[in-house]
């Protein structure tokens, strides 16, 4: 114990010269270095939080069809425009006492003798009942599975349920809201997936290597970052065929946002290898007729798989965001594809802005998942070496 009467770290023996018991010494060298990263990253509160919230937003994506009440193409041309109903939880029973029950409210509609467009009024004396695991909208589960059970959604099919609004074609923002975050954060996974192998490998050539290697390979490096992005995306976004299918220009986009965003991520990997092709473990590895691609594999990136995945972490944010922004600018995933970018689409214009604010919702998921990756990202930045 120390002065304090707390419990004696290593540290506090060591500054006042205090013997520490065998068992205490044992004790340190115990934890492994995952065990080590996790208690690290752990103490990190808005760190873990934001990991929940990351699992959370990929399971939506990954469950897109279960989750979403209708299909994005789901559209009811009565209820166009439609603001947000409000979730229930209690309502008056028969008897006249408060019951719990899950509900929204339905709507009363008119027309506008002076400009003819729909208005909708909230109409408390229509109770549209709202259950889970629900019967609905037949689907296949991942394009294999066939079922019909939403997550959330009316009892009754037929009735309106638009927890988000609806859209100017009467469409359900939430259900495409789910469906464009598979998307969206897919093409963060993949973009950094194919970014990672290229900075990985490109970069650990050319900074193990050195000489005409590490030339070249820098020089397509600063080529590439060079050259300025917009003008980029418009000539390719001219240069994709209409007649292309959603699915292949989902491919081109996620393989373009990939083959611009190694850059960085290549040069970390060169400066570390550069200060490391010369140490000990290296050399030894080396006379002892270990091949170079083997020093790479096995010696050099494993020490370094901490900062990758801290930089990978924080690389997925500018992904989505340039999907996003590409999108949104329509020079990159259009309609019928759905995303939070093309989502973005429909608040364009003011209408949608002064009558339909709902329709920016992409935006604030966007904002709330990337500022979420980035806090993630700082939590295993710090985590990483649990020693400092």
Do not use: C
């Not at 897109?64 to 229930?88: C, G, H, I, N, W």
């Not at 309502?91 to 509900?103: C, K, P, Q, Y």
Request: aromatic fraction near 10%.
């Amino acid at each position: 114990m120390d002065q304090r009467g707390g419990p004696m770290t290593v540290s506090d023996a060591t500054a006042t010269g205090t013997a520490i018991p065998e068992e205490s010494l044992a004790n340190v060298g115990l934890s492994s270095q995952r065990e080590l990263v996790w208690r690290k990253f752990t103490e990190h509160k808005l760190a873990v939080a934001s990991g929940v919230l990351i699992i959370l937003v990929y399971l939506v994506g990954i469950f897109a069809e279960f989750v979403a009440p209708r299909s994005p193409d789901f559209y009811d041309s009565s209820y166009t425009m439609l603001a947000p109903q409000q979730l229930k939880f209690w309502r008056t029973g028969e008897d006249g006492g408060i019951e719990f029950g899950m509900h929204v409210n339905g709507f009363s509609s008119e027309r506008d003798p002076n400009t003819l467009r729909r208005i909708f009024a909230l109409d408390e004396d229509v109770v549209v009942p709202v259950g889970l695991f629900v019967k609905g909208e037949p689907y296949r589960l991942w394009g294999l599975i066939p079922a019909d059970i939403h997550l959330i959604g009316p009892i009754d099919p037929t009735q309106p349920f638009y927890l988000l609004g609806s859209d100017r074609l009467g469409r359900d923002v939430l259900s495409r809201l789910v469906y464009g975050t598979r998307i969206s954060t897919s093409i963060g996974l993949v973009g950094v997936a194919v970014s990672l192998v290229l900075g990985v490998i490109l970069g650990g050539i050319s900074g193990y290597f050195g000489g005409w290697i590490d030339n070249f390979i820098q020089r397509v490096i600063e080529f590439i970052m060079s050259v300025p992005t917009i003008p980029l995306w418009m000539g390719l976004a001219a240069a994709i065929p209409v007649t292309w299918s959603p699915v292949l220009v989902y491919f081109i986009i996620t393989m373009i946002i990939s083959l611009i965003g190694w850059t960085s991520l290549a040069r970390e990997v060169r400066g570390r290898f550069m200060s490391w092709r010369n140490e000990p473990f290296v050399v030894a590895a080396r006379l002892d007729g270990t091949s170079q691609m083997t020093i790479i594999g096995r010696h050099l990136v494993p020490g370094f798989v901490s900062h990758i995945i801290a930089s990978v972490t924080l690389a997925i944010p500018a992904m989505i965001i340039a999907e996003t922004s590409l999108s949104f600018l329509g020079i990159g995933l259009r309609p019928p594809v759905v995303s939070w970018g093309v989502l973005l689409q429909e608040a364009q214009n003011i209408r949608s802005l002064a009558e339909a604010p709902w329709l920016l919702a992409p935006g604030v998921l966007v904002i709330v998942t990337v500022l979420a990756l980035n806090f993630l990202g700082d939590g295993l930045r710090d985590a990483a070496d649990p020693y400092t």
